[in-house]
């Protein structure tokens, strides 16, 4: 694929992020265009379909969360409760609830897509399992996680604690700092149940 094809791919996806946090479901294919700066024409060339869009935005969040874990855990041996929680608290600025929220909404709306949402919800759940295994087995070994904890369930945990208030509702200056909260009393009580099963 030349440059400048797959700088506009990756722009389109970037902007249909944003907008997806942002503004919610159904943002159009032109506002997609104009915040990745290309045309429509453009945008229609690199997915044909809005499925393959939001199946290009799915994938990119699961790789921002790989790569947010991967340079985490380079330094995990130095301090494996600090790297624990600050890795979980920067999957959190991702605002994947939000996103996830949008996607899930937007594919609903496209009836004739069941067959492609139900294989873009196995991989995306295949994936987010195999990067979220890597993350919680050194928790689970150093006592900061229980044995049983399931790598889909964390994932869908950390999404509840950090659900989105409606897109419309007033842009509060206590969100972020009540979100924290609620991630470290998840982690502390995480911590908890793991300290009690030994």
């Known amino acids: 694929m030349r440059q400048d094809v797959a700088d506009n791919r990756n722009a389109l996806i970037a902007a249909a992020r944003q907008l997806f946090v942002s503004e919610g479901a159904g943002v159009s294919m032109r506002a997609i265009a104009k915040a990745a700066s290309v045309g429509v024409a453009t945008a229609a060339r690199h997915f044909p379909e809005r499925i393959d869009l939001l199946d290009a935005v799915s994938a990119q969040a699961v790789d921002e969360i790989t790569e947010v874990v991967e340079q985490h855990l380079a330094n995990s041996d130095l301090d494996r409760r600090g790297t624990w929680r600050a890795t979980v608290h920067a999957i959190a ?3 994947l609830a939000a996103l996830a ?3 899930f909404t937007d594919t609903m709306q496209l009836p004739d897509a069941s067959t492609q949402r139900q294989r873009i919800m ?3 759940i295949a994936d987010i399992r195999k990067v979220y295994e890597q993350l919680l087995a050194p928790a689970k070994r150093a006592g900061l996680c229980p044995a049983d904890v399931d790598p889909l369930d964390f994932h869908l ?3 509840i604690v950090t659900r989105p208030l409606p897109v419309d509702a ?3 200056p206590t969100r972020t700092p009540m979100r924290n909260r609620l991630i470290d009393v998840m982690l ?3 911590e908890a ?4 099963a030994e």
Request: proline letters at 5%; glycine letters at 10%.
């Open 101 to 103: 929220q949008a996607i």
């Open 157 to 159: 945990a950390l999404g």
């Open 93 to 95: 600025e991702l605002e």
């Open 188 to 190: 502390d009580g995480l």
């Open 122 to 124: 196995e991989n995306r």
């Open 193 to 196: 149940q793991a300290n009690a």
């Open 170 to 172: 007033p842009d509060l």
